[in-house]
């Protein structure tokens, strides 16, 4: 996987000095424990079964969630492949709302390449008698971004 230069961290810190950094000069400088574990869950998220279908879990916390699930396998046909992709397919620059024009293309590739890779694991680890097909989509495939879908085989 590619390596982002290290520069490209400094733009983010125009106004401090940061001469010689590199990526832990700047996680002890700028970053904290807290923001650490919140990006942890980016990488290493917990994953829920629902329905013999899995999904983030982040993306079932109420009861509208649940409904929207039912509504999803009635449109799908109960195809629970393609239940799993419309709400697996996770775009990356949209995970970061106002701040995804801080990266360029190549940047949110190797970003989702590296999602890709963590949660392939994390899947494999958390359900490791099921198989699942983690890939990222280009933005031709989207329709605008790129992204992150996973579903089982």
Not at 51 to 64: A, G, I, T
Not at 112 to 125: D, E, F, N, P, V
Not at 134 to 152: H, M, N, R, S, W
């Amino acid at each position: 996987m590619s390596r982002i230069p290290i520069d490209r961290y400094g733009a983010l810190f125009k106004e401090k000095d940061t001469d010689s950094f590199n990526q832990f000069d700047y996680i002890h400088r700028f970053t904290s424990p807290l923001l650490a574990l919140l990006f942890a869950e980016l990488f290493w998220p917990n994953f829920i079964e629902v329905e013999n279908m899995v999904f983030l879990r982040s993306e079932f916390e109420d009861k509208d969630d649940l409904d929207r699930l039912h509504q999803a396998i009635e449109k799908y046909d109960s195809d629970k492949r393609k239940v799993e992709e419309s709400f697996n397919t996770i775009e990356v620059p949209s995970l970061f709302g106002a701040r995804m024009d801080d990266t360029t293309d190549e940047e949110d590739l190797i970003l989702a390449k590296t999602i890709a890779s963590m949660w392939k694991s994390r899947l494999t680890g958390m359900f490791p008698t099921r198989k699942f097909t983690v890939k990222v989509l280009g933005p031709d495939e989207t329709g605008g971004e790129i992204a992150v879908l996973f579903y089982q085989k």
